[in-house]
């Protein structure tokens, strides 16, 4: 990630956007998974909480979750430093009933995604990698999503989702690498590339629900 991207996200993801605007009374959920719950997953879903409003619920859990282990402290330092917070995280296994309640399943894998599908094949549609949502979302032609014209961000994420899914097409036939990294056990350089993939990944999808001219450009 190079210091645009990183100053982005340390300026636009340390506190929630506040919305006076009603929200619909069932917030849109948002399930990030990974293996072990405890390092890709939970940097994800800081990083959204971190950055939507109330109408969004994010959680995280683990196709083998470590159970109660918080996140290690390579990541943990990663996501405080750009605005997020595990402080007191605790690894979860997912089940098939989370994965059932979810509006959004985003799999830090393509073997994270099969696994979901495999549990629940219904949730087929609204499952995808963070990092192929990102590449899809970035595709979507200017004009065809208006965020300012939504109440909130659920909203902004039920609207915005099927748009990317029907990027698919424009994507196929080309190989992409839309795993993130697991960097467990690894040293400091391997956190540091599992954290960059997830903020890259994220990227084009929070600048979509949330577009500002003084950005920067990603």
């Known amino acids: 990630m190079d ?36 390092c890709r997953s939970p940097a994800a879903a800081a990083l959204l909480a971190g950055r939507l409003d109330d109408s969004v619920r994010v959680s995280s859990a683990g196709t083998g979750a470590l159970v109660g282990h918080p996140v290690p402290e390579r990541m943990a330092e990663l996501v405080a430093a750009a605005g997020g917070d595990v402080s007191r995280f605790a690894a979860r296994q997912a089940t098939p009933e989370m994965i059932r309640e979810a509006d959004l399943i985003l799999a830090l894998t393509v073997r994270h995604r099969a696994w979901v599908v495999d549990q629940v094949p219904a949730a087929v549609r609204r499952t995808l990698t963070l990092r ?10 200017a004009g065809a999503f208006d965020p300012s014209a939504l109440p909130d961000d659920a909203a902004r994420l039920a609207a915005l989702v099927p748009l990317a899914l ?19 056990g690894r040293p400091a ?3 540091r590339a599992s954290f960059d ?5 994220l990227a084009p999808l929070l600048r979509a629900i949330r577009p500002r001219p003084r950005w920067p450009s990603l």
């Not at 990183?6 to 959920?29: G, I, N």
């Not at 192929?132 to 032609?141: A, D, F």
């Not at 097409?169 to 690498?177: L, N, S, Y």
């Not at 993939?197 to 990944?201: K, L, M, N, P």
Request: hydrophobic share 30%.
């Open 189 to 191: 350089s391997a956190y």
């Open 132 to 141: 192929e949502l990102g590449r899809l979302v970035g595709t979507i032609p």
């Open 197 to 201: 993939q997830i903020t890259e990944g």
């Open 3 to 38: 210091n645009t991207t990183a100053l982005w996200f340390c300026t636009t993801m340390t506190r929630r956007v506040p919305d006076e605007k009603v929200r619909a009374p069932m917030p849109y959920t948002v399930l990030t998974v990974c293996t072990g719950n405890i």
């Open 166 to 184: 029907g990027e698919r097409p424009r994507h196929a036939g080309a190989r992409h690498d839309d795993d993130v990294v697991d960097p467990y």
